[in-house]
T-cell receptor, first 113, second 111 residues
Framework: AQSVTQLDSQVPVFEEAPVELRCNYS??????LFWYVQYPNQGLQLLLK??????LVESINGFEAEFNKSQTSFHLRKPSVHISDTAEYFC???????????FGKGTSLLVTP | KAGVTQTPRYLIKTRGQQVTLSCSPI?????VSWYQQTPGQGLQFLFE???????NKGNFPGRFSGRQFSNSRSEMNVSTLELGDSALYLC??????????FGPGTRLTVL
């Protein structure tokens, strides 16, 4: 079984500032790692994923995450946030052979002017 | 390509009733998973279906059940509703194990 810990429930940040949302996981088997974003009253949208290969993965809207196997982490970063990035962010893990996603509790990112 | 659709978007039921939620996956996706999202418990995996067979099941009571049809559309059913069943129910479809695409969810309120 796997578990996911998102270390911050809320992260307030000013517009154009950098941000890091932290995610740690535990698992006894090889896993896939994901970040999803949820805007109010909507479903989840895939932001980025790590399956294998390069440990640094990027999204089309400027977010990036780095898989660190030794620290079992998959932190999400953005060098300069926008008001529109305000949302709930979920880190998730699944076994490479399975389809069930285990989610963290989520981090609420609030970007203010 | 159309995304995952879920119907209805909103439901209000009373305790003791039962409810059926529907999910249509992305065309070509044969795996459908269901998740429950609540403020207290967060996102929890309910079950996953592939080619009409339940392959994985989360830790939920037997009141929660599902099925998948030959066209990959899926339904989940909750019987004898309890107040604690109030939640956003999310459906996700996937072609392979590496990515799941989520629908907008069904908001169930139990009074």
């Amino acid at each position: 079984a796997q578990s996911v810990t998102q270390l911050d429930s809320q992260v307030p940040v000013f517009e154009e500032a950098p941000v890091e949302l932290r995610c740690n996981y535990s698992s006894s088997v090889s896993v896939y790692l994901f970040w999803y974003v949820q805007y109010p009253n909507q479903g989840l949208q895939l932001l980025l994923k790590y399956l294998s290969g390069s440990t640094l993965v990027e999204s089309i809207n400027g977010f990036e995450a780095e898989f660190n196997k030794s620290q079992t982490s998959f932190h999400l970063r953005k060098p300069s946030v926008h008001i529109s990035d305000t949302a709930e962010y979920f880190c998730a893990v699944s076994e490479q052979s399975g389809y069930a996603l285990n989610f963290g509790k989520g981090t609420s990112l609030l970007v203010t002017p | 390509k159309a995304g995952v659709t879920q119907t209805p978007r909103y439901l209000i039921k009373t305790r003791g009733q039962q409810v059926t939620l529907s999910c249509s996956p992305i065309s070509g996706h044969r795996s459908v998973s269901w998740y429950q999202q609540t403020p207290g418990q967060g996102l929890q995996f309910l079950f996953e279906y592939f080619s009409e067979t339940q392959r994985n099941k989360g830790n939920f009571p037997g009141r929660f059940s599902g099925r998948q049809f030959s066209n990959s559309r899926s339904e989940m059913n909750v019987s004898t509703l309890e107040l604690g069943d109030s939640a956003l129910y999310l459906c996700a479809s996937s072609r392979e194990a590496d990515t799941q695409y989520f629908g907008p969810g069904t908001r169930l309120t139990v009074l």
